[in-house]
């Protein structure tokens, strides 16, 4: 059983800046890809940004190119989500994933809350 917890949410003002945190508690190491996951009120869940284990695949939706990066601590078991000009928009429940591929997951944080203020 692997346990995923967020941190870093909270208010922010539209093209204002926050970092989400997510660790992973692994029983035994695994070279797992993590990602982020939001789902704004009202809508699905939608893909995020997802990093590999070793970091040489990044993905990002089109909605975060350019303002989001993602990176990871593997010592800490931990990923990282840099938000930047942040939109109201990108007002959502922001999840951390974590599995065996970058399009592949088994689990899930229980989701931080975003909200951005025009």
């Known amino acids: 059983q692997v346990q995923l917890e967020e941190s870093g949410g909270g208010l922010a003002q539209a093209g204002g800046s926050m970092r989400l945190s997510c660790k992973a508690s692994?029983?035994?190491?695994?070279?797992?890809?993590m990602g982020w996951f939001r789902q704004p009120p009202g809508k699905e869940r939608e893909f995020v940004a997802t990093?590999?284990?070793?970091?040489?695949?990044?993905v990002y939706a089109d909605s975060a190119k350019g303002r989001f990066t993602i990176s990871r601590d593997n010592a800490k078991n931990t990923v990282y989500l840099q938000m930047n000009n942040l939109k109201p928009e990108d007002t959502a429940v922001y999840y951390c994933?974590?599995?065996?591929?970058?399009?592949?997951?088994?689990?899930w944080g229980h989701g931080t809350q975003v909200t951005v203020s025009s």
């Open positions: 994933t974590t599995g065996p591929t970058t399009s592949a997951y088994d689990y």
């Open positions: 692994f029983r035994t190491e695994r070279h797992y890809a």
């Open positions: 990093m590999n284990w070793r970091g040489s695949e990044i």
